[in-house]
């Protein structure tokens, strides 16, 4: 294990040759999305759990199981559906024959695993849904009584379609609050199509190599909390976030017809953690505006409640955090 005293340009460094390891072997299957990939990787290095939205075909499936071949990590999907249990996530207890008497066995759930993929989350009801809530804020599983604790790093990578509604279950506020990222994945330009026809209808395809193990990101996410933030930084960054909640002091004009719940801290704490990923994963040892300014979308947008009146005018998260980019200054030093 590194030094623990480390000084910042050689911590930047590594996270920066982690970071452009795992993206060469992510390269080799994925195409395009670049931004996506972005985010994961700082949400990875920053501790962070991501929601991917995106319709069918885009490789929001492929973008993580390919991850969890490039790190040294267990992995398991969950393919979430109407039917399935809070027990089929967690785990359950059964009863087993020993020394000629009977005992209860709990037998883990796939949720015991490094890299998890809830693949089409809001395919199961909400209570199915809560299954991960402890996992995912609290790293531990309660279950008989008893308390698991998961193996960290931990990560939950969960997909959603966002045409097919029939039959979905929207994701309550609680749920959406643990996910530290709202990923859009768009379609590719003609080129990066061009490139995933040819290359997903030839003989061969490329496999990636592992590059990096549990104990290199536990050590990338120690090194993100010691980058320095200044204090007008995180401001702007919880100004931000206070910017978006109706009723407050200086809550824009546009807040106030169009949102009905604000973001919480979870958004805050969201911003100024990414931030100090991206600044390390792109050679610097402090966070700037720009990175908070860069994540204000995927923090945000999952996290605003729009009212009535902005459904009815075509209005959504996404152009309410524009319009907040806009309304909230900027510290002046640019940093």
Known sequence: MPSRTEDPATAAERVMEGRAAVLAELRKVIVGQDEAIDLVLTALFSGGHCLITGVPGLAKTLLVRTLAEVLH????????????????????????????????????????????????????PPKTQSALLEAMQEYHV???????????????????????LEGTYPLPEAQLSRFMFNIVMGYLAEDDEVRVVTATTA???????????????????????????????????????????????????????????????RASQALVLGGKARALMSGRHHVSVQDIRALAAPTLRHRLVTNFYADSEGVDAETIVERLLEAVPAPRSGL
């Open 203 to 265: 003989e061969e395809s490329a496999r990636p190599s592992r590059v990096l193990s549990g104990d290199d990101i536990l050590e990338f996410q120690r090194l993100v909390r010691q980058v320095v933030v200044a204090d007008e930084v995180a401001r702007y960054a919880v100004r931000l976030v206070d910017a978006s909640r109706p009723g407050r002091a200086h809550t824009p004009d546009f807040v106030q017809q169009w949102v009905r719940w604000g973001a919480g801290i």
């Open 73 to 124: 990590l267990t992995f398991k999907r969950i393919q979430f559906t109407p039917d399935l249990m809070p027990a089929d996530i967690t785990g359950t207890e059964i009863i087993e024959e020993a020394g000629g008497h009977r005992e209860l066995t709990f037998v883990r759930g796939p949720v015991f695993a490094q890299i998890i993929l809830a693949d089409e989350i809001n395919r199961t």
């Open 142 to 164: 309660t279950a008989g009584g008893r308390t698991y604790v998961l193996d960290r790093p931990f990560l939950v990578l969960a997909t959603q379609n966002p045409i097919e």
